[in-house]
């Protein structure tokens, strides 16, 4: 499968979750065995070889594919989650998004110093939740080699928020 044939597995929800956004709703291709299997082949590929030590994974979406790569590149799988949803010790951030704003937290055990990060999420639109995790990140002490996106939303310019880091996404949008 070609980007072309996984951006036609994603539906498009008007007005969702607030009156004028664009939903990108990945669910129509999760559902898909083959989208699914490729994607995860894909991803497997380009980050094998790599050294990845952990792989973080942005609530809740972005918990499918880092999931799948930690296992497949035997590495630990680190979830960042909204604030209250992890019981230990956190480290929070704030941060904007395109409609409103919200924190996330991880452990603060999550990640050693200098440990080898990727980050995965499911969307890259403004970039604020990418930016607040590469923050989090940080100030645990890991090194991040790279972020990883299913779908970019180039028009909202949140790869400049990225600046700096090797930065993929399988699906662009205008």
Same mark, same amino acid.
């Given at each position: 499968?070609?980007?072309?044939d ?6 498009? =929800? ?14 129509? $291709?999760l ?25 973080v ?16 590149l +035997?590495?630990?799988f680190?979830? =960042?989650?909204?604030? +209250? ?7 929070? =951030? ?51 080699i +790279? $972020?990883?996106? $299913?779908?970019?939303?180039k ?11 090797? =930065? ?7």
């Open positions: 499968m070609t980007a072309l996984y951006r036609s597995l994603i539906r498009e =929800v008007p007005d969702f979750p607030k009156p004028g956004i664009l939903f990108y709703d990945i669910t129509t $291709l559902k898909n065995s083959t989208a699914m299997r490729n994607l995860s082949d894909e991803l497997t590929e380009r980050y094998q070889g790599r050294r990845v030590e952990k792989v994974g942005i609530e809740s979406r972005g918990f499918i594919f880092a999931g799948i790569l930690a296992a497949r +035997g590495a630990g680190v979830p =960042v989650r909204k604030p +209250g949803k992890l019981p230990a010790d956190c480290y929070e =951030v704030k941060y904007s998004l395109e409609y409103g704003a919200n924190s996330l937290a991880v452990h603060r055990d999550a990640i050693g110093m200098g440990e080898r990060v990727l980050i995965i999420d499911d969307l890259l639109a403004t970039g604020g939740t990418a930016g607040a995790t590469v923050n989090l990140v940080r100030q645990l002490g890991g090194e991040i +790279g $972020l990883d996106f $299913l779908v970019e939303l028009s909202l310019n949140g790869r400049e928020k990225l600046a700096g880091y090797d =930065v993929h996404s399988t699906i662009m949008y205008p």
